[in-house]
């Protein structure tokens, strides 16, 4: 079965900061577009940020500009989200997946290997 599997989320203060990593089970990562999206309760799933395979052309949703930055080693095929300055409206469940177009389109549904999610809590 081939999936992305999330690792870094956890419980964090107002403007702390956290490392998501996305690494890739049974298929190659460093051929995809990463994307990372979040689902918060009672929302529907968000894009939050992708990076293309190549050129790292790279895309952040509004809220998260300034803040969060991906980016991506190939040579050990993972991606990684660092989140900076993190806010209460940052609490989700955070995915990663891959998508084999550049990173243009942030739509859940062109996107493949789901992982699981890990939980990403910002509170005092």
């Known amino acids: 079965q081939y999936h992305a599997v999330e690792s870094g989320g956890g419980l964090v203060q107002p403007g702390g900061s956290l490392r998501l990593s996305c690494a890739a089970s049974?298929?190659?990562?460093?051929?995809?577009?990463i994307g990372w999206f979040r689902q918060a309760p009672g929302k529907e799933r968000e894009g939050v940020s992708c990076?293309?395979?190549?050129?790292?052309?790279?895309y952040y949703t509004d809220s998260v500009k300034g803040r969060f930055s991906i980016s991506r080693d190939n040579t050990k095929n993972t991606g990684y989200l660092q989140m900076n300055d993190l806010r209460p409206e940052d609490t989700a469940v955070y995915y990663c997946?891959?998508?084999?177009?550049?990173?243009?389109?942030?739509?859940?549904?062109?996107?493949?290997?789901w992982g699981q999610g890990t939980q990403v809590t910002v509170s005092s």
């Open positions: 049974g298929f190659v990562l460093n051929y995809y577009t």
């Open positions: 990076i293309s395979p190549n050129d790292g052309k790279t």
């Open positions: 997946a891959a998508f084999g177009g550049g990173c243009t389109i942030m739509s859940p549904e062109w996107y493949n290997y």
